[in-house]
């Protein structure tokens, strides 16, 4: 039965536990699949760098629950170990229902939506709860019963202490969870030589830590004695899970690819925010995608599409500016009607300019008439989008889910803007979104994936097709 990790709040050292979990197993020679509970791109980057096997992210808000049954299952398969690591605290999410009854969700005060209580429950897999002890000796045991108690439909298989202090620190906290007879999984001790650095929008990519390998070989290291593996091995392995579960619920809308449509994918330290299941539907539906570096490359010739997703473009906006003929490139290529998909950081890169955090100017492709400018405030959010007007994915009044997360804002804001958007959790609009430039352009600061709806990128590679006539 494979297992999810989850904090009791955010901040609590998932990550570190799940990395740690996965470094150890893959010492052993084991096959791992990892899953990533929510929108995030950054964890599953680090997942990878250990497994070397994509990390596949589980949202029912931006796919659907049977999406997620389904995704898990069919990349379970052939492994011999599963682990999913969960987002923020075990009970948060959201309490808003998606509008769309083909893909409803029905909320619970328990287990809010896409929480990672839902995933487990939609799974039907144990949790093992990380718990931050830094602070804590006698009061573990209420936290940890609380969480044990608040849903009796989520399965606590067993804590993990984490940041434990001292031999007497352990002592205090193994006898006030006696009485739960509750298990410990695993102690980790405060480890102030393991660190992974972050910045404004959390950690910093796998792509800029040249030390990354050294600390996983720590991680390693310290996954060997800190777990009770004989507790943890059967609770990973994925051998009993989900019979005749996670039925493929896209298949039929899927069609066999009738020819190769070459996509180019900006893919370096700056553009790095990809759903691997939506660059493996690309190639599902006929794609042949190739991978270049606006920083350092030439634009790949003879495209039939471009797609930029998300990521930093503002900390490498100087070495950006300077590849002036890849920026001239993809200018003409645009004006020229070549479909093209810019989410968030690619947005930015589309933009006049790009002003940084130090208000330092930035040239950048300049085809939206625009300037993208870094600020302290964050955006942050599920987001329902109506599409205002026919554009490269959607039609005139057809809705996609997605989620926001950045620190700029654009000036001046859209004129004919591709969506009105609504929080996902209440009806409140939050405003006007994207840039539709004006068939052939679909550039906005919502990420979305495509696993539940492959019609999307099924319309955008047929309008690459008929530019590539």
């Not at 010739?301 to 473009?313: A, I, L, S, T």
Request: with cysteine.
């Amino acid at each position: 039965m494979p297992l999810v990790i989850a904090g009791e709040r955010s901040g609590v050292g998932k990550t570190t536990v799940t990395l740690t979990l996965l470094a150890s197993l893959c010492r052993r020679g084991s096959l791992i699949q990892s899953f990533k509970v929510g929108p995030d791109y950054i964890d599953p980057m680090f997942h990878q760098h250990v497994t070397n096997r994509a990390c596949r992210n589980l949202d029912p808000v931006l796919t659907s629950e049977a999406y997620v049954q389904e995704c898990f299952a069919r990349h379970i398969q052939e492994v011999d170990f599963a682990l999913v690591e969960g987002v923020m605290g075990l009970f948060d999410g959201i309490k808003g229902t998606k509008q769309d009854s083909s893909q409803s969700l029905i909320p619970s005060p328990q287990s809010p939506i896409a929480s990672t209580a839902h995933v487990a429950r939609l799974l039907d897999l144990p949790v093992v709860l990380v718990i931050d002890c830094s602070r804590l000796s006698g009061s573990v045991a209420a936290i940890a019963y609380g969480y044990c108690s608040f849903d009796p439909r989520i399965k606590i298989a067993g804590v993990v202490l984490n940041r434990v202090g001292s031999d007497r620190h352990l002592s205090l906290l193994k006898d006030s969870l006696l009485p739960l007879q509750l298990p410990i999984i695993g102690v980790l001790r405060r480890e102030d030589n393991i660190t992974i650095p972050d910045r404004h929008l959390g950690l910093i990519p796998t792509a800029e830590l040249p030390q990354l390998d050294a600390v996983i070989e720590r991680l390693a290291d310290l996954g060997d004695t800190c777990f009770d593996w004989d507790r943890l091995l059967p609770l990973l392995g994925t051998r009993d899970w989900g019979q005749g579960k996670g039925e493929r619920e896209n298949q039929s809308k899927i069609q066999n690819p009738k020819s190769k449509i070459r996509v180019a994918v900006a893919r370096d330290r700056a553009f790095n925010f990809y759903y691997q299941d939506n660059l493996d539907l690309l190639q599902q539906l006929g794609a042949e995608l190739i991978f270049w570096s606006p920083l350092e490359d030439a634009l790949p010739k003879n495209v039939q599409g471009m797609y930029f997703g998300g990521g930093f473009p503002e900390v490498f906006a100087e070495q950006l500016a300077e590849n002036t003929s890849a920026r001239e490139a993809v200018k003409t290529a645009i004006i020229a009607g070549i479909p093209t998909i810019a989410e968030c950081g690619g947005l930015m890169y589309l933009c006049e300019e790009i002003v940084d955090f130090e208000g330092k100017s930035w040239s950048m492709v300049g085809v939206l008439p625009t300037t993208s400018v870094m600020g302290g405030r964050l955006t942050l959010g599920y987001r329902r989008a109506v599409a205002l007007q026919d554009n490269l994915l959607v039609d005139a009044g057809g809705t996609i889910y997605g989620h926001e997360f950045h620190r700029s804002r654009l000036i001046p804001e859209p004129n004919l803007p591709l969506f009105q958007t609504y929080r996902c959790d209440s009806e409140e609009a939050t405003g006007n979104e994207g840039w539709n430039f004006p068939m052939n352009l679909h550039a906005s600061y919502i990420h979305m994936h495509w696993g539940a709806c492959p019609e999307i990128p099924q319309r955008f590679l047929k309008n690459c097709f008929l530019y590539g006539i």
